[in-house]
């Protein structure tokens, strides 16, 4: 498999600050990382998809400025909350293609904006 | 309509009891097949992972797919507390694709 860690594990900021969020594959050097955000009792969405050395690629309505995904080396891809606001509140959480091509998750970052 | 549809629950067994969980589907392009649990606030966690239809046993899971019917299931023997969570069930076209997920049953096996 892949053992995915995130840092940081709960973050709080003001409205208007930048929040970054890192997503670190252990044990496994992926060529492929997701980024979801999941609002409560909600499935998880897909924002975008990291790919080592290009551009992101964002889902239909994620806004690319806003969520600046950077993925410079195979065992970390980061995303960037610019100017946050209070609706930018919820769990992101990473992925990683792993092994046989099977997608295993980090544990999470909940991002709370006051 | 969407691509998996998964029913919210919550489902409710006492301990012991089998929990029986499904999916459908319908986009027929759709060749892996997945189950996720998810503790609250926690990352998901990958339970069993199959292709194509057929049946794939690991413990007390196993895990279903009948593409005819476009239909996963999973089922879970002797429950226990600790599976109280959500159950995700995810597809994708190809190995390494992004994933559809339902939209997650929670469980809870009261002791």
């Known amino acids: 498999g892949a053992v995915v860690s995130q840092h940081p594990s709960w973050v709080i900021c003001k409205s208007g600050t930048s929040v970054k969020i890192e997503c670190r594959s252990l044990?496994?050097?992926?060529?492929?990382m997701f980024w979801y955000r999941q609002f409560p009792k909600q499935s998880l969405m897909l924002m975008a998809t990291?790919?080592?050395?290009?551009?992101?690629?964002?889902e239909q309505g994620v806004e690319k400025d806003k969520f600046l995904i950077n993925h410079a080396s195979l065992t970390l891809s980061t995303l960037t909350v610019t100017s946050a606001h209070p609706e930018d509140s919820s769990f992101y959480i990473c992925?990683?293609?792993?092994?046989?091509?099977?997608?295993?998750f980090g544990p999470g970052t909940r991002l709370t904006v006051l | 309509q969407k691509e998996v549809e998964q029913d919210p629950g919550p489902l409710s067994v006492p301990e012991g009891a089998i929990v029986s969980l499904n999916c459908t589907y319908s986009?027929?392009?759709?060749?892996?097949f997945m189950w996720y649990r998810q503790y609250s606030r926690k990352g998901p966690e990958l339970l069993m992972y199959?292709?194509?239809?057929g049946n794939k046993e690991d413990g007390r899971f196993t895990a279903q797919v009948d593409k005819s019917s476009k239909y996963i299931s999973l089922f879970i023997r002797d429950s226990q507390p600790s599976d109280s969570a959500t159950y995700l069930c995810?597809?994708?076209?190809?190995?390494?694709?992004?994933?559809?997920f339902g939209g997650g049953t929670r469980v809870l096996v009261k002791p």
């Open positions: 986009n027929s392009a759709f060749q892996y």
């Open positions: 995810a597809s994708n076209k190809a190995a390494g694709n992004k994933l559809t």
């Open positions: 044990d496994f050097q992926a060529t492929t």
């Open positions: 990291s790919n080592e050395g290009s551009k992101a690629t964002y």
């Open positions: 199959t292709y194509s239809s």
């Open positions: 992925s990683v293609v792993g092994n046989r091509d099977i997608e295993f």
